[in-house]
């Protein structure tokens, strides 16, 4: 049942297994450009659709939730059926729903295109990193994953870029369709590529199932807290908003219990409580939920700041990212390494550098007048923070995996990437939160300068926010182990 068997050495590795690898980096490539090339298309969505400021958070947490919570069913399916098949439904979905998305006619439609598009990525990334483990051993492993961590970095940062480019050469007032549309090219190539290029690799009897009740449980759960802290600043903070939060703070106990109660009934729970017996990895999985709330929100406030607040466009929004999109480009390339070399220390280093950035861009926010905001006054806090954040990506996962037994290690691996995903989600509705929350204008038809003004506070507010997430990241990454067996690879 397997074509292409793991080598066992890294000069045992074929060249297929490289052109195998490029089909994969694609698919990784377009899955997390879509979680930062929305972010300059939000004030135009908004104009274009009459889409309210709740809209414009679950457009990118809606996302991003359902992305994480599908990610370690999926993983269990591909040990079943074929990672490779796993991988060619679930782009092929990614395309036709990113169609869907470029054709919503409404923001309802859009935020339901948006969360199919997020499951269908959620799908096909455990593939990735199962068939990267399959199909590459020892070092050649290690450099596989680094160029997958690259792409990660590169692609996330480049977003803002791309779209801002897009929305420039097709218009402010329907270009945001065609950030949703570039993916289609590129997924049929991707899916047509998979079905020929991709080594059909079956695990087979390692997996009992999918945990079904645990899954509903921890999906209602983070729904109930998500809706309120999306729509309760918009809405006034009525009472249903505390009783959502509150349940869903209840719901996730009930999941805690039901996951023991499953486990002790034999079952494969969708989050093995004994990892959290472990407390370096308790620390690592909200490491792991922090930094990724602080990172994913940065461009969120910054591309409405830029368009919204101070009038500039979509491009000039996207440009201003491109320090960060350079300091994370070389951080990860860099990465592999200096983590070999330095162990924990590249984490220290990258956090450091990214509360240091945000701290420095928040000040900036605050200090300068609106005014008188440049790309430029903002290019090295960026640059700094995106340096930081290509260090921690790569590397940040095999750390945390590091904290448990090896035999715990694919179960960790789908932990962190879940949380991942959920502190993106969470991250986007606290900013937004924050953001528009802060938001207000005197009575009357404000100018551009008063415009600006608001902007500017509610966009210091919602920074000074993410640079706190940013600090908390730098203080847990020291519940991490020093070094790590370079021979367990998990991404």
Known sequence: MTSSPAPATPDATPRSSWTALAVLILGVSMAL?????????????RTSLDASEGTLSWIISGYALAYGLVLIPAGRIGDRVGHKWVFVVGLAGFTLASLWCGLADGSTELIVARVVQGLCGGIFFPAVTALIQLMFAGRTRGKAFAVMGAAIGFSTALGP??????IEAFGEAEGWRSIFFVNLPFGVIAVAAATVLLPRIVVGGTSRGVDGVGLLLVSVALVAILVPLIE???????????ASLVGGLLLLVAFAFWERRFVARGGNPLVPPHLFSHPAFTGGVVLALVYFAAFTSIFFTVSIFWQSGLGHSALASGIVSVPFAIGSIVGATQSERLAHRLG????????????????SLWLVLWLVPAGDLTGWTLAAPLLVGGVGSGLFIAPNAQFIVATVDRAEAGAASGVIGTMQRI????GIAVIGSV???SLSFPPGRPTPEVVADAFSHAATMAMGTSAALAVAAFLLVFALPRRVDPSVRQA
Not at 33 to 45: G, K, R, Y
């Open 33 to 45: 450009l879509d979680t930062t090339i929305v972010n300059v298309a939000l004030p135009t969505i």
């Open 161 to 166: 870029i791309v779209g801002g480019l897009l």
């Open 232 to 242: 309760g600043e918009d809405a006034g903070w009525p009472w249903w908003t505390w």
């Open 344 to 359: 924990r220390l590249v984490l220290v280093i990258g956090t450091g550098m990214v509360a240091v950035g945000l701290v």
């Open 423 to 426: 502190g993106s989600a969470a």
């Open 435 to 437: 953001l528009f929350g």
